[in-house]
T-cell receptor, first 115, second 111 residues
Framework: GAVVSQHPSRVICKSGTSVKIECRSL??????MFWYRQFPKQSLMLMAT?????????EQGVEKDKFLINHASLTLSTLTVTSAHPEDSSFYICSAGPDGHLEAFFGQGTRLTVV | DAKTTQPPSMDCAEGRAANLPCNHSTISGNEYVYWYRQIHSQGPQYIIH???NNETNEMASLIITEDRKSSTLILPHATLRDTAVYYC????????????FGQGTTLQVKP
């Protein structure tokens, strides 16, 4: 299957700082990518849809000013958690699928810990 | 997208077939059934998908009932590495990967 890569896999940051997470499609182009968040022992929750060359679409209850998404190219989307707080500590996962294909592929996830 | 119902947990003996059920009684005619799994602390892994017909690939088989209101994912010879949370998702096809996850089934493969 297609490969989606996230970086970093783990990050620890201080409260009040911002953290950027990258999601790359390595062997295909993706006009749309998706960002999910997963708290311990819970399922994945869709946060937003990242659209290449246009604004992201956020799910209800997700603060767009706190979770900044940029999709500047067909192979890269970034999620920036601004002014991070301990409650933002979570597992963040991105997904993408080759245009015209039915499958979606996931990155390996980023474990964010805010101290 | 239609809602799915899965048992919260299942056990399976190593080497035996694991049969994971999923109910999707409100599925629409243009919605596909997808299965993903998530091994602890990793991103979900695509397993298989289908619309009406049964499907098989190198990982698993997907059996969809004739009325499409339920399906079963079959891992023919479960190994310890198949221990994971398995998610059944139904969605309309399209060139997007927007998936709404339920709680899934935690499959524990035991020696």
């Amino acid at each position: 299957g297609a490969v989606v890569s996230q970086h970093p896999s783990r990050v620890i940051c201080k409260s009040g700082t911002s953290v950027k997470i990258e999601c790359r499609s390595l062997d295909f182009q993706a006009t749309t990518m998706f960002w999910y968040r997963q708290f311990p022992k819970q399922s994945l929750m869709l946060m937003a849809t990242s659209n290449e060359g246009s604004k992201a679409t956020y799910e209800q209850g997700v603060e767009k000013d706190k979770f900044l998404i940029n999709h500047a190219s067909l192979t890269l989307s970034t999620l920036t958690v601004t002014s991070a707080h301990p409650e933002d500590s979570s597992f963040y996962i991105c997904s993408a699928g080759p245009d015209g294909h039915l499958e979606a592929f996931f990155g390996q996830g980023t474990r964010l810990t805010v101290v | 997208d239609a809602k799915t119902t899965q048992p919260p947990s299942m056990d399976c003996a190593e080497g035996r077939a694991a049969n994971l059920p999923c109910n999707h009684s409100t599925i629409s005619g243009n919605e596909y059934v997808y299965w993903y799994r998530q091994i602890h602390s990793q991103g979900p892994q695509y397993i298989i998908h289908g619309l009406k017909n049964n499907e098989t690939n190198e990982m698993a088989s997907l059996i969809i009932t004739e009325d499409r209101k339920s399906s079963t994912l079959i891992l023919p010879h479960a190994t310890l590495r198949d221990t994971a949370v398995y998610y059944c998702i139904v969605r309309v096809s399209g060139n997007t990967g927007k998936l709404i996850f339920g709680q899934g089934t935690t499959l524990q493969v035991k020696p």
